[in-house]
């Protein structure tokens, strides 16, 4: 477990070091950012981003990419919300059929991809548009509130009265998406197809089934993403996650993922996504205005990715 | 190989008093001398020294990892040169980037094509000095005129205009050649230009070299096929560990005489066949007819137990499209695949490896191994059933398998982490096909598995394949070198356009003997 730990920070020493920088920075210009409390608020906040982010680092790592997810997400929180507040649905069965839409979305995904020749960031950029459309025309373009405790605590409570939910969520993912990664034929045959996909074929890989899966994950995931997102938002917002996908690829690329596939590591991304999340809440802390964040966000990532290139080129 | 090199290397002193004659000889085109290359601890070159004439063909002959790339790659400008001096017609030149190197006449040609697919055969000649008129557009005919021309001239009977990814591999090195010539290239690098050409085109590649010679032209010609060295190169220089070895007249000296300065120990039996199978061994694999429409003709044939079967044929008779059929890569049209007797349907590569069949394709880069991934990675990947059960690793299994393999098959690295890019071909080799050992086949398909690999590399591919078939595995090699198919083969099977032409016994195997069938007689 020492040498894990010990390879982890060697494998991620730069935007480690870069994360660290950061912490730094924004907690001279404001204290506040140091406390607990607001630690957990960017550990919180990280979380929607983080969940796309895990099983984006698959589909990646696999030679595609996923730009339906933020869209998925807003399928997903609208028709759980829909099945609360509306139809009465126990809760249980709502968070089941949000979570189906998102497995459907990713299984679509993940069947054209395996089965066409159709480039997935195509296929993708496809069940985005279908996806957006579909919240609009579920909701007529409106929030859908919802008033029940028992949904709201799936995104806003609290375990033990400290620990976030989505953060005890975003534990459990990244433990999950690690084993998945690391201890399972599953996760070694993502690595080969993304590396090498004749050689995946010549060796009798099945590819179809681990594009399959891949994509079916990342459905899976921005659907839960979806609807945690809804919770804290006490509604159901076809506007939902817009470009979120978009953020999920910059942590992922952040975490040292090859975006032509064959080479990423899980726990790379979980730092990218802190990067994302601690310059967001930072910059808010600081005050500086949201117009300027997205400048400031886009020149880090060009930066970070910059070094970790060069970092890679010299060792 | 461990032991004292350097001793090794003084016990070998193969400078022939011919050498001495050249020395003399007036200018030369290249003189590089004293050349020292390290990186991150590790001595690559050896205060090496390499000269050129005008219109020579000179080799560059070692093991992988011996130097040879590396003391190109810091005369193509790619590394930079730690010491030593590189003088071209006797002025000092320093070569900092691939420009300069290009500017001062030297191209290369690498193992890997480098042409643009899509671009056509002008726009790939022309790349990056495309001819531009008055207003400043491209010349487009004035490229394709000179293209046109400057094909005639090599004799290749091709358009300008067809996109590269049309051609055969064979014509593509041939544009890569008239690009490399087309620069006013006056030394060209050769690195291992055959590895992927027929007989006959080779014999081409073979004219068009004595046609840069007449024009003055130098060539560094890189290659593990003796026969090959025998036939074009005037002179051959050997270096081993980094270390010039010797520099000798293609004339004066033999191939034995290469190896053993080449691996610095006595290789007396190149081809090791001690094995013969059993008379009337039971047939283990039986192809019947297996057809597919362009590609496969009536193909019928039988593998018997713990016997090599070679394939000989020309590129495109469909041996490699025949065994991938067997393997499940490919559909065919009709015929039928038995094994021990039993029709069997195969529908993919699970299917024959769940029969024992297992299949080491000829291009280990592109379709076989994992280049980013461990050692350990790609030899386990076929095996995962064995040691991971959900989210249980076995990792003590893991590890000791893959030391077997890297102990059975001496492959060389530094660790089982190590990523496969990092190794020599022969070693790249060795990977792959543990990778496949490790699912314990009754058939193994080889598909020229000594392709650029280096020689004591070869031998030991050679040892591991006696030693299989003594443990009762049967062998398919196909091989486009006839004296490796001659050597190491029980029978031959010969290949013409999609049909098996005639399978060939012991006693009558002869080059000429194969090369006829081979070509349709």
Not at chain 2, 125 to 135: A, R, S
Not at chain 2, 141 to 170: D, H, N
Not at chain 2, 279 to 291: A, K, P, Q, T, Y
């Given at each position: 477990m020492v040498y894990g730990i010990r390879s982890f920070i060697r494998a991620n020493m730069g935007i480690l070091a870069g994360l660290l920088v950061l912490c730094v920075i924004i907690a001279v210009l404001n204290p506040n950012f140091l406390t607990t409390n607001n630690l957990l608020n960017v550990l919180r906040q990280t979380s929607t981003n983080l969940y796309l982010a895990l099983a984006m680092t698959m589909v990646i790592i696999l030679g595609g990419i996923d730009l339906s997810v933020g869209s998925v997400m807003a399928v997903s929180g609208v028709v759980t919300a829909m099945l609360v507040a509306l139809f009465d649905v126990p809760l249980f069965i709502a968070v089941a059929a949000g979570l189906l839409v998102g497995i459907l979305f990713g299984a679509l995904n993940g069947y054209v991809a395996a089965t066409t020749v159709i480039p997935p960031f195509?296929?993708?950029?496809?069940?985005?548009?279908?996806?957006?459309?579909?919240?609009?025309?579920?909701?007529?373009?409106?929030?859908?509130?919802?008033?029940?405790d028992a949904f709201n605590f799936i995104g806003s409570g609290y375990i033990g009265g400290i620990l976030p939910t989505p953060v005890l969520y975003s534990i459990i993912f990244v433990i999950l998406c690690y084993l998945i990664m690391n201890k399972t034929k599953t996760g070694r045959y993502i690595y080969a197809v993304g590396g090498n996909p004749e050689a995946a074929r010549f060796s009798g890989i099945n590819i179809k089934r681990v594009k399959f899966f891949a994509y079916t994950f990342s459905g899976f995931m921005a659907g839960f993403a979806g609807i945690v997102l809804a919770s804290r938002m006490f509604s159901g917002q076809p506007t939902a996650g817009v470009a979120a996908e978009l953020d999920a690829i910059a942590a992922v690329v952040l975490g040292g993922t090859s975006m032509t596939g064959g080479y990423g590591r899980i726990g790379g991304t979980v730092i990218g996504a802190l990067i994302i999340g601690v310059l967001s809440n930072g910059l808010n802390l600081i005050g500086v205005s949201s117009f300027w964040q997205y400048i400031v966000k886009g020149i880090v990532i060009l930066i970070a990715v910059y070094a970790d290139v060069i970092k890679r080129k010299t060792a | 190989m461990d032991g004292n090199d350097e001793t090794t290397g003084r016990v070998t002193p193969i400078t022939l008093p011919s050498f001495i004659e050249v020395e003399r000889m007036s200018q030369k085109l290249l003189r590089m001398s004293g050349i020292e290359k390290r990186f991150a601890g590790v001595h690559a070159l050896k205060g090496v020294d390499f000269e050129l004439e005008s219109g020579e063909v000179h080799a560059l002959l070692?093991?992988?990892?011996?130097?040879?790339?590396?003391?190109?790659?810091?005369?193509?400008?790619?590394?930079?040169?730690?010491?030593?001096?590189?003088?071209?017609?006797?002025?000092?030149?320093?070569?900092?980037?691939?420009?300069?190197?290009?500017?001062?006449?030297?191209?290369?040609?690498?193992?890997?094509?480098?042409?643009?697919?899509?671009?056509?055969?002008?726009?790939?000649?022309?790349?990056?000095?495309?001819?531009?008129?008055?207003?400043?557009?491209?010349?487009?005919?004035?490229?394709?005129?000179?293209?046109?021309?400057?094909?005639?001239?090599?004799?290749?009977?091709?358009?300008?205009?067809?996109?590269?990814?049309?051609?055969?591999?064979?014509?593509?090195q041939m544009i890569e050649i008239i690009k490399a010539v087309s620069f006013r290239a006056k030394m060209i690098v050769m690195d291992e230009p055959t590895s992927s050409l027929t007989e006959k085109e080779v014999e081409f590649l073979f004219r068009t070299i004595g046609h840069l010679k007449e024009q003055g032209v130098g060539i560094v010609y890189i290659s593990h096929r003796m026969n090959e060295l025998f036939a074009i190169t005037d002179r051959i220089t050997v270096l081993r560990d980094g270390a010039l070895i010797g520099t000798v007249r293609t004339k004066d000296t033999t191939a034995d005489q290469l190896i053993s300065m080449m691996v610095g120990r006595e290789l007396t039996q190149y081809y090791i066949k001690d094995t013969a199978p059993e008379n009337g061994g039971e047939i283990v694999l039986s192809v019947h007819n297996l057809s597919k429409k362009g590609v496969l003709n009536d193909a019928s044939f039988e593998l018997k137990k713990g016997e090599i079967l070679g394939f000989a044929g020309l590129v495109g008779a469909g041996r490699s499209e025949l065994m991938k059929c067997i393997f499940g890569l490919d559909a065919f049209d009709e015929g039928e695949i038995r094994i021990d007797g039993k029709p069997l349907i195969i529908r993919n590569p699970n299917d024959a490896i769940k029969h024992g069949i297992a299949y080491v394709t000829e291009n280990r880069k592109e379709e076989g191994l994992f280049l980013i991934r461990s050692v350990q990675y790609n030899i386990t990947i076929k095996v995962l059933d064995k040691f991971i059960k959900w989210l249980r690793v076995n990792a003590r299994y893991e590890d000791q398998k893959t030391r077997q393999f890297i102990n059975e098959l001496s492959i060389k690295t530094p660790n089982p982490d190590q990523e496969v890019r990092n190794l020599s071909g022969g070693n790249q080799q060795k990977v792959l096909i543990s990778r496949w050992l490790a699912t314990n086949p009754r058939i193994l398909i080889l598909d020229e598995p000594t392709r650029g690999v280096d020689v004591g590399a070869k031998a030991e591919i050679y040892a591991i394949m006696n030693r299989l078939v003594k443990e009762g595995v049967s062998i398919i090699m196909i091989s486009s070198e006839l004296p490796e198919v001659i050597n190491m083969s029980d029978r031959i099977a010969v290949m013409y356009k999609g049909g098996i032409r005639t399978i060939l016994n012991r006693d009558e195997f002869s080059q000429e003997t194969i090369m006829h069938y081979a070509t349709g007689g």
């Amino acid at each position: 477990m020492v040498y894990g730990i010990r390879s982890f920070i060697r494998a991620n020493m730069g935007i480690l070091a870069g994360l660290l920088v950061l912490c730094v920075i924004i907690a001279v210009l404001n204290p506040n950012f140091l406390t607990t409390n607001n630690l957990l608020n960017v550990l919180r906040q990280t979380s929607t981003n983080l969940y796309l982010a895990l099983a984006m680092t698959m589909v990646i790592i696999l030679g595609g990419i996923d730009l339906s997810v933020g869209s998925v997400m807003a399928v997903s929180g609208v028709v759980t919300a829909m099945l609360v507040a509306l139809f009465d649905v126990p809760l249980f069965i709502a968070v089941a059929a949000g979570l189906l839409v998102g497995i459907l979305f990713g299984a679509l995904n993940g069947y054209v991809a395996a089965t066409t020749v159709i480039p997935p960031f195509i296929i993708t950029l496809a069940t985005m548009n279908i996806g957006r459309g579909a919240a609009y025309v579920l909701t007529d373009g409106q929030p859908v509130r919802v008033m029940s405790d028992a949904f709201n605590f799936i995104g806003s409570g609290y375990i033990g009265g400290i620990l976030p939910t989505p953060v005890l969520y975003s534990i459990i993912f990244v433990i999950l998406c690690y084993l998945i990664m690391n201890k399972t034929k599953t996760g070694r045959y993502i690595y080969a197809v993304g590396g090498n996909p004749e050689a995946a074929r010549f060796s009798g890989i099945n590819i179809k089934r681990v594009k399959f899966f891949a994509y079916t994950f990342s459905g899976f995931m921005a659907g839960f993403a979806g609807i945690v997102l809804a919770s804290r938002m006490f509604s159901g917002q076809p506007t939902a996650g817009v470009a979120a996908e978009l953020d999920a690829i910059a942590a992922v690329v952040l975490g040292g993922t090859s975006m032509t596939g064959g080479y990423g590591r899980i726990g790379g991304t979980v730092i990218g996504a802190l990067i994302i999340g601690v310059l967001s809440n930072g910059l808010n802390l600081i005050g500086v205005s949201s117009f300027w964040q997205y400048i400031v966000k886009g020149i880090v990532i060009l930066i970070a990715v910059y070094a970790d290139v060069i970092k890679r080129k010299t060792a | 190989m461990d032991g004292n090199d350097e001793t090794t290397g003084r016990v070998t002193p193969i400078t022939l008093p011919s050498f001495i004659e050249v020395e003399r000889m007036s200018q030369k085109l290249l003189r590089m001398s004293g050349i020292e290359k390290r990186f991150a601890g590790v001595h690559a070159l050896k205060g090496v020294d390499f000269e050129l004439e005008s219109g020579e063909v000179h080799a560059l002959l070692g093991e992988n990892g011996a130097g040879k790339s590396t003391l190109m790659k810091i005369l193509a400008g790619i590394y930079p040169v730690d010491e030593g001096e590189i003088f071209i017609e006797g002025n000092k030149v320093s070569i900092n980037s691939v420009k300069d190197a290009q500017a001062l006449g030297i191209s290369i040609i690498h193992q890997e094509i480098s042409l643009v697919p899509h671009l056509s055969v002008a726009e790939n000649i022309f790349l990056g000095k495309e001819p531009v008129t008055k207003t400043g557009w491209i010349d487009w005919k004035k490229m394709i005129e000179e293209t046109r021309k400057t094909l005639q001239q090599f004799g290749l009977e091709l358009s300008p205009e067809v996109p590269v990814k049309k051609l055969t591999v064979a014509q593509q090195q041939m544009i890569e050649i008239i690009k490399a010539v087309s620069f006013r290239a006056k030394m060209i690098v050769m690195d291992e230009p055959t590895s992927s050409l027929t007989e006959k085109e080779v014999e081409f590649l073979f004219r068009t070299i004595g046609h840069l010679k007449e024009q003055g032209v130098g060539i560094v010609y890189i290659s593990h096929r003796m026969n090959e060295l025998f036939a074009i190169t005037d002179r051959i220089t050997v270096l081993r560990d980094g270390a010039l070895i010797g520099t000798v007249r293609t004339k004066d000296t033999t191939a034995d005489q290469l190896i053993s300065m080449m691996v610095g120990r006595e290789l007396t039996q190149y081809y090791i066949k001690d094995t013969a199978p059993e008379n009337g061994g039971e047939i283990v694999l039986s192809v019947h007819n297996l057809s597919k429409k362009g590609v496969l003709n009536d193909a019928s044939f039988e593998l018997k137990k713990g016997e090599i079967l070679g394939f000989a044929g020309l590129v495109g008779a469909g041996r490699s499209e025949l065994m991938k059929c067997i393997f499940g890569l490919d559909a065919f049209d009709e015929g039928e695949i038995r094994i021990d007797g039993k029709p069997l349907i195969i529908r993919n590569p699970n299917d024959a490896i769940k029969h024992g069949i297992a299949y080491v394709t000829e291009n280990r880069k592109e379709e076989g191994l994992f280049l980013i991934r461990s050692v350990q990675y790609n030899i386990t990947i076929k095996v995962l059933d064995k040691f991971i059960k959900w989210l249980r690793v076995n990792a003590r299994y893991e590890d000791q398998k893959t030391r077997q393999f890297i102990n059975e098959l001496s492959i060389k690295t530094p660790n089982p982490d190590q990523e496969v890019r990092n190794l020599s071909g022969g070693n790249q080799q060795k990977v792959l096909i543990s990778r496949w050992l490790a699912t314990n086949p009754r058939i193994l398909i080889l598909d020229e598995p000594t392709r650029g690999v280096d020689v004591g590399a070869k031998a030991e591919i050679y040892a591991i394949m006696n030693r299989l078939v003594k443990e009762g595995v049967s062998i398919i090699m196909i091989s486009s070198e006839l004296p490796e198919v001659i050597n190491m083969s029980d029978r031959i099977a010969v290949m013409y356009k999609g049909g098996i032409r005639t399978i060939l016994n012991r006693d009558e195997f002869s080059q000429e003997t194969i090369m006829h069938y081979a070509t349709g007689g």
